[in-house]
């Protein structure tokens, strides 16, 4: 094989140098998006470049055919890995390059160069193949097959095809991609355009102009990787980033117009981006007056709010944050918008409050029983600490009445339930209203809209519920009454709320009865010390009235001596003038005696009189106690004489008798002047 010096090769050895050190560098970046694609683009344009470069070096023609034909491993590579790498670089198609897919790109080029490389059997890519002297190099010159037309007609296909993609890439991207976009395009477009106008003869040279303009491609590429990041930050992932956001973004430029949105955008407006693109934000936005209106608002400074959306019953809540996108030199040059779905947030966080505020109610319904004195004035305390906490429309408690036959209202809030309290409402217990449901089942009714609720019955007083909860009072297993909670809200309650309330329901029943319990004891402790205060009375006015002893004792100098009277004198325990002092004698809250006394000399100290009080107080103990002992005495004499009696009269055998031992024996006992026995039966006396 035999060359010729040929100082055309020079710029193509370059383009293969160039060519080369780019695939080294995508190659190296071979996990970015297009990275292995580009390395095998520019390695076929660095073979195609050099093949090309040995063909114009050889002398002879069978050189010229085989270079010819390794040129073209390069050429059939070349658009469809520009394809692949468009397709991956911006990620519009990529579900089509499967294995399949690229399967049947392939089946051009090795169809091709197969045509190649038997191409004097058929002459399908060339024919009339002969050397040309042009000055004084040995120039290839062919005619081009139908195969070759067709080949170059689908090779043009490829690579608008790509450059299409790009182009979308450098219409619709921020300046960074733009630049991007831009390097390929130019890095693509100049060996398109030369092989345009050499394939068509446009241009009279001998010379295959393509792989010289790959030097400006590799010089392009090469630029773009080192300047704008070529596969470093690429599209696709751009538009991966955009799309699997869970956000809502949407991005404006300088004149309100939308030129970017999201999937979750264009669901959260229900219309598609082709037809928001290009729109001002306030028309796209129309379906969303409040975002609109913070879009607009927005235009002079970033914001961050929280916006509800969405009519009644589907609205959910959004975290709105408006801020501005700006290029290299901090010019402002769009809007960016985004909208994160916080409504279950928000939701966990009412939830958390609720339970935050259940359990403080609780508490503090615990605390007020220890703080509270009344079964009323409990319930009363009880219904407002609930409004309070939760701002319900109406709280209110019913308590069985002794019959279990009337819920009678006990505490109510607001001015509703003073009027109801005032005419002592009560409702008569039955299976069709909502509360008679519940207290004959002991189960908790929710009614989440009383419009529909078929047990619920308006009340003139209380026009505006909307929802409705009703709990048992119930202790061990006993419903002894319900909490009646209404709400201006629809749905205000959830089933979390009627557990939840359940357990406070049950708390306070526990604390009614226990009130209850408290006041039936204290109650009846009242009536035992009013009946101890009436047994001490008769007791002491009985012993007082007794003829055997004197009312009470002088102590004077003179001695001691029996009195019957008492005076009136200073009887509230204060000293009198004169040196008088009468201190009661007090025994269960009842007066059973006066301590007397007189002195000569000046009134009686602060300290005297606090003395003689405490010894009228363990007087009267002491007074007590002998009384007992007498009653005792009195009562076992009395037992042993009625045992001797009867012991006498069983020992006696006939009526007389026995008459006569029982009149002797009552005589004794009794100490009477007179006892008479007769028999009356058949005396008509």
Known sequence: MHWQYVSYALPLFAAAAISVAVAAFAWRRRTAPGATALALLMLAAAEWSLAYALRLASVDLPAKIFWSQVRYVGIVVTSTAWLVFAVQYTGRGVKWLTRRGLAWLAIEPLAVLLLVWTNKYHHLIWTNIELES??????????????????????????????????????????????????????????LLV???????????????????????????????????????????????????????????????????????????????????????????????????????????????????????????????????RDSQEYVTGRLIMLRDITERKRA????????????????????????HGLEELLDHTVNLIQDRFEFYHVGIFLLDERGEYAVLKAATGEAGRMLLERGYQLKMDEISIMGRVISTGQPSIALDVGADAVHFEHPLLPETRSRIVLPLQVGGRVTGVLDVQSREPAAFDEDDMVASQAIADQLAVFIENARLLQEMEQALRDLEVASGRYTAESWATVAQRRDRPGGYRYSRAGIEPVTGGRAEAQDGEPAAGGVLAVPITLRD????????????????????????????????????????EDAQRRAQREQLLRAGTAHMRESSDMETVLKTAANEMYAALELDEIVLRLTIGNDE
């Open 349 to 372: 966080e009412e939830a958390l409050r609720r339970g935050t505020r259940r359990l403080q109610l609780a508490a503090d319904v615990a605390r007020s029983v220890a703080v509270t």
């Open 134 to 191: 042009v000055g004084s190099l040995l120039m290839w010159r062919a005619s081009h097959g139908a195969a070759w037309w067709v080949h170059t007609g689908y090779s043009y296909l490829l690579i608008l095809l790509g450059d299409f993609l790009i182009i979308q890439v450098f219409m619709r991207s921020p300046r960074l991609y733009r630049e991007q976009a831009g390097a390929l395009l130019l890095g693509m477009s100049a060996p």
């Open 195 to 325: 092989n345009v106008l050499t394939t068509f003869n446009l241009i009279s040279t001998p010379l295959d102009l393509t792989p010289f303009a790959f030097v400006g491609m590799g010089l392009a590429l090469a630029w773009g990787i080192f300047h704008p990041r070529l596969l470093d930050i690429v599209p696709v992932a751009r538009e991966a980033i955009i799309a699997g956001l869970h956000d809502g973004l949407i991005v404006l430029d300088m004149q309100g117009r939308v030129v970017e949105l999201n999937p979750v955008s264009q669901q959260l407006l229900g219309r598609p981006a082709k037809e928001v693109i290009g729109q001002l934000a306030v028309q796209a936005l129309s379906s969303w007056p409040a975002l609109a209106v913070h879009c607009h608002d927005a235009r002079e400074r970033e914001r961050e709010v929280e916006i509800v959306l969405g009519e009644e019953g589907t609205q959910r809540t959004f975290d709105l944050r408006i801020s501005f996108l």
């Open 590 to 629: 009842q007066v059973i005696g006066m301590l007397d006394l007189r002195s000569e000399g000046e009134s009686f100290s602060p300290e005297t009189v606090s003395l003689v009080k405490e010894v009228a107080a363990r007087l009267a103990l002491a007074m007590e106690n002998a009384r007992l002992l």
